[in-house]
């Protein structure tokens, strides 16, 4: 059974997803290798940004949405900040909810509402003031600074060295508090090993730990949802937007190519997946055969086999690419490849998350979207043999054909 903390932190995780990943009706749209807003500028609209590297350093009287590899915020935004990156810094100020996933991240400005936060290792400096709650999942998580709601998160190491106003509740690997920290209310944490409180560490409520539960036998993911998402989330982001950065027309028309045959793409992968391990038992087996008759040979056929295997290895990383690009480029046509990819891999994430819990659908969804990746694939690569695809901002709705 999930512990308090990790189903409030997961619906929060939900609710930011839908928030993230929701189509934008208007606002500023800007895509490029490196978008800057500059120390003087001021954007009097919602800002939706997709890049490899964004610094925000001017004002921002809106929503702002960032996919990116690097982002640095030093500006003010003026509403919530919704980010999605390798390496995430908000130094700047947030009148808004600030929500982050990214690798690494560091908060060190002002955030007037809650702080949603997922990443490997998060540090809310010593400057950092929070206005509502803190909660997310991390690797590591080091706070610095005031929380002036409660901190809810899921985490491999939490240290508090700063204050928390409100009540701790954390599922935690390794707990620490500082002889600095200070919390307002309860420290409850679900472990498996007595926190580390330090002389002078000030605690206003009760303080206990609960032995974590094991998971559910049969469970395709582990009982941590919000672990499970995050770390689903960034290894797509980093497969797909680094994809899309090598090869954006690979990404993109086997996106469309999906979108505008699905079945056919079903129908194509599902003969290439049962091809992909026919071949291979072919090799492993020819193998066999050749290293009684001639050892050199058969060592060749064992490489072949290791390669075919790599290969089908790959394929199953990537395959996923497309299906979170068709779902992003269907629900956002206009936005940048970046951006889509975004909102298409964090409600495909979802998806699979949540369908884990169930061990047959969770295999049945992973296949499907294995399947369906591999076809696009292959019908990409044929309808590009002769002429390279053309990338347009996105492609017809499939037609049914005439009776």
Do not use: K
């Not at 956002?332 to 998350?353: E, K, Q």
Request: proline share 4%.
């Amino acid at each position: 059974m999930l512990t308090r903390t990790a189903t409030r932190a997961a619906l929060l995780a939900i609710l930011a997803t839908f928030v993230i990943a929701g189509p934008a009706a208007a606002g500023d749209f800007r895509s490029d290798t490196t978008v800057t807003v500059g120390p003087d500028e001021t954007v009097d609209d919602d800002l939706y940004i997709g890049a490899g590297t964004v610094s925000i350093a001017g004002t921002v009287n809106g929503d702002v949405l960032v996919a990116a590899g690097t982002v640095s915020v030093t500006g003010t935004v003026d509403g919530s900040l919704n980010v999605g990156g390798g390496t995430v810094d908000v130094l700047g100020d947030v009148t808004g909810a600030l929500r982050v996933s990214g690798g690494t991240v560091r908060i060190a400005g002002s955030v007037g509402r809650d702080l949603v936060l997922f990443g490997g290792m998060a540090t809310v400096d010593s400057a950092a003031e929070i206005g509502g709650d803190l909660a997310g999942g991390t690797g590591t998580l080091t706070v610095l600074g005031t929380v002036a709601g409660d901190l809810m998160v899921s985490a491999g190491t939490i240290e508090l060295i700063g204050a928390v106003d409100g009540s701790v509740d954390a599922s935690v690997g390794t707990l620490t508090l500082a002889p600095s920290a200070v919390v307002g209310g309860d420290v409850t944490y679900t472990s498996d090993r007595d926190a580390t409180i330090a002389d002078g560490a000030d605690v206003g409520g009760e303080i206990e730990r609960i032995e974590p539960s094991s998971a559910e036998d049969g469970s395709v993911i582990a009982d941590n949802p919000v672990v499970s998402y995050l770390g689903l989330l960034v290894g797509m982001l980093v497969l797909g937007w680094g994809l899309l950065a090598i090869r954006p027309r690979l990404a993109i028309g086997s996106a469309d190519t999906l979108r505008t045959a699905p079945l056919a793409s079903l129908g194509i992968g599902f003969v290439a997946l049962i091809g992909q391990f026919v071949l291979l038992v072919l090799l492993v087996v020819v193998a066999g055969v050749l290293s009684i008759i001639a050892g050199a040979l058969g060592a060749g056929f064992f490489g072949a086999a290791v390669v075919v295997l790599l290969l089908i290895i790959l394929l199953i990383v990537l395959s996923a690419v497309p299906v979170a690009m068709a779902i992003g480029r269907a629900i956002m046509p206009d936005a940048s490849p970046f951006l889509g990819y975004l909102a298409g891999a964090a409600i495909l994430c979802l998806v699979l998350v949540a369908g884990g819990f169930v061990p047959v659908l969770g295999g049945i969804l992973f296949g499907l979207v294995w399947i369906l990746g591999l076809g696009a694939f292959i019908r990409y690569a044929r309808d590009t043999r002769d002429e390279p695809y053309v990338i347009v901002s996105s492609p017809p709705p499939a037609t049914p054909a005439p009776a």
